[in-house]
């Protein structure tokens, strides 16, 4: 099985600045035939239930805001809020769907 | 937008069993894979099931293979959930989750708001 381990759990970012979230997969999930790493990121707001954002690990789903983007070197992706917006605060999933699909632990992203 | 109304769940004893509905409207239900996710309280997300838009290809979590049963209904735009067997553990929000694509899981770019299940003596 794939195990997605995210990082870190929590992080306070002040308004307007950038926040960074890690996830890194436990074995490849890079698909060589069409060369494309099978990576989502959501986004889960209290109360509600999870967002897509991006997928093909730096494809932005139709919608989101461009201060939202993905990134991949190897098996550790990134997600990047470029500039925190008070509407940002939420946990953040990624997922992988190479193998079946399992997702990390979440990150939880509040305003400093 | 794509809408998901879950529907089922409830109080059910240890051993119990429940099936969960999930009518899909707003999209051609049956051109994509369908999924269930499950949310513990203040847990994170699990991925339990998905079915290939035909019904041809189901695909499930260990830690319910054998227990869940998942299955759709193209002509009434609805999905399922069998779950037999139940356990305290198994106390979560689950959600239904549109794919993007049609053949297996992929990214989910569509779920509904979850139906609790709440596994107790």
């Known amino acids: 099985d794939i195990v997605m381990t995210q990082s870190p759990d929590s992080l306070a970012v002040s308004l307007g600045e950038r926040a960074t979230i890690n996830c890194k997969s436990s074995q490849s999930i890079l698909y060589s035939s069409n060369n494309k790493n099978y990576l989502a990121w959501y986004q889960q707001k209290p109360g509600q239930p999870p967002k897509l954002l991006i997928y093909?690990?730096?494809t932005r789903e139709y919608g989101v805001p461009d201060r939202f983007s993905g990134s991949e070197s190897g098996t550790d992706f990134t997600l990047t809020i470029s500039s925190l917006q008070a509407e940002d605060v939420a946990i953040y999933y990624c997922q992988q769907y190479y193998s079946a699909v399992s997702f990390g632990g979440g990150t939880r992203v509040e305003i400093k | 937008e794509v809408q998901l109304l879950e529907s089922g769940g409830g109080l059910v004893q240890p051993g119990g069993s429940l099936r969960l509905s999930c009518a899909a409207s707003r999209f051609s239900f049956s051109r994509f894979a369908m999924n269930w996710v499950r949310q513990a309280p203040g847990k994170g997300l699990e991925w339990l099931a998905a079915?290939?838009?035909?019904?041809?290809?189901?695909f499930y979590a260990d830690s319910v293979k054998g227990r869940f049963t998942i299955s759709r209904d193209n002509s009434k735009n609805t999905l399922y959930l069998e779950m037999s067997s139940l356990r305290a553990e198994d106390t979560a929000l689950y959600y239904c989750?549109?794919?993007?694509?049609?053949?297996?899981?992929?990214?989910?770019?569509?779920w509904g708001q979850g139906t609790l299940v709440t596994v107790s003596s």
């Open positions: 093909w690990a730096s």
């Open positions: 989750a549109k794919d993007r694509y049609g053949d297996y899981p992929t990214s989910f770019d569509g």
């Open positions: 079915i290939s838009n035909g019904a041809e290809q189901t």
